[in-house]
């Protein structure tokens, strides 16, 4: 059974700070994929990333960073000099592989707030 | 670019009233999905559908049945709304599984749904 663990519900940072989200899961599938996508107070689910099991190369993407370690099956993001339009509730996600699996498992969220 | 568009955005119901969600994606995807986002509990999968005339229940299908006579609609209908079933409702489309390498769900802005 797939599952994803984000086990802080909530965060407040100072403007200009690092923050990092926690993401833990569980498969036992050796293929699988890990997303993580934000959730502005708007409301729309925005997709951040992508990373299938055979890649644990880390990945920067502007202010962005994720870091993914097989051995500890966590998949954390990395928010650096955090802005006010970051705060939003972000969800780390995972997919197996295996054939006739179309379930997309969310974790139950990170609420994250950034004070000016 | 509308990409996915679900209808109502909002609605109040009754409790044993009927009701069906719309969703629309432009994008030609061929597989399509409801979720359902409940405070502390992320996203889970009611249902979906991996092609045209197609459907398959997901983690929480109880209460729900849903139908894709066209590729670009996938309906999800309430036939007696219980008060339980107060949630956002979000629809989402991806042109590959999600278990592959290029499978990324595209969502809707969601539904709210009370029942009273």
């Known amino acids: 059974a797939q599952k994803v663990t984000q086990a802080q519900t909530e965060i407040s940072v100072v403007e200009k700070e690092d923050v990092t989200l926690d993401c833990v899961y569980e498969?036992?599938?050796?293929?699988?994929?890990l997303f993580w996508y934000k959730q502005p107070p708007s409301g729309e689910l925005v997709f951040l990333i992508r990373?299938?099991?055979?890649?644990?190369q880390n990945e920067i993407s502007g202010r962005y960073s994720w870091n993914f370690q097989k051995s500890t099956s966590s998949f954390n993001f990395t928010i650096t000099a955090s802005q006010v339009v970051d705060s939003a509730v972000y969800f780390c996600a995972l997919s197996e592989a295996n054939f006739g699996n179309e379930k997309l498992t969310f974790g139950t969220g990170t609420r994250l707030t950034i004070i000016p | 670019n509308a990409g996915v568009t679900q209808t109502p955005k909002f609605r109040v119901l009754k409790t044993g009233q009927s009701m069906t969600l719309l969703c629309a994606q432009d994008?030609?995807?061929?597989?399509m999905y409801w979720y359902r986002q409940d405070p502390g509990m992320g996203l889970r999968l009611i249902h979906y559908s991996v092609g045209e005339g197609t459907t398959a229940k997901g983690e929480v299908p109880d209460g729900y049945n849903v139908s894709r006579l066209k590729k670009q609609n996938f309906l999800l209908g309430l036939e007696s709304a219980a008060p339980s079933q107060t949630s956002v409702y979000f629809c989402?489309?991806?042109?590959?599984?999600?278990?592959?390498?290029?499978?990324?769900?595209?969502f809707g802005e969601g539904s709210r749904l009370t029942v009273l």
């Open positions: 989402a489309s991806s042109y590959q599984r999600i278990g592959s390498n290029t499978g990324e769900l595209f």
């Open positions: 990373r299938n099991s055979f890649d644990e």
């Open positions: 994008m030609n995807h061929e597989y």
């Open positions: 498969t036992r599938d050796t293929t699988y994929y």
